[in-house]
């Protein structure tokens, strides 16, 4: 349970943390969001480009025993739990949006529980 949800959610983040960085306004397309200057573009790459390739580099480095596999569980727990918790409250406050950000905020949720479930069982 341990790799596989580190491996998971370390995986996930590194492809979307990659795409995000090398093709911003392909990212952007699908939830209809137009990037139309620098700044645009330098906040998507950083704040999602470069965090979320931080984030995978800490999920992988725990599934590689490079640093200590309950840390970066608590990690996996504690951000896509605070990634699903906001995706439920915009889903109450603001609607559905596109059906790949239903998926994303399932791949969360199921992430999250997993790391929940191996921490309970001693990481």
Known sequence: MTRFTLF??????????TLHLVNPQMMMNEPGIVLSSANHFHVVRAAYGGAYLGIAALFLAGALQRIDERAALAAVLLIFGGFASGRIVSLAADGLPVPLYLGVLGAELIFAVCA?????RGG
């Open 8 to 17: 998971g959610a370390g995986l996930m983040m590194l492809v979307v943390g």
């Open 116 to 120: 929940l479930l191996a921490l309970r």
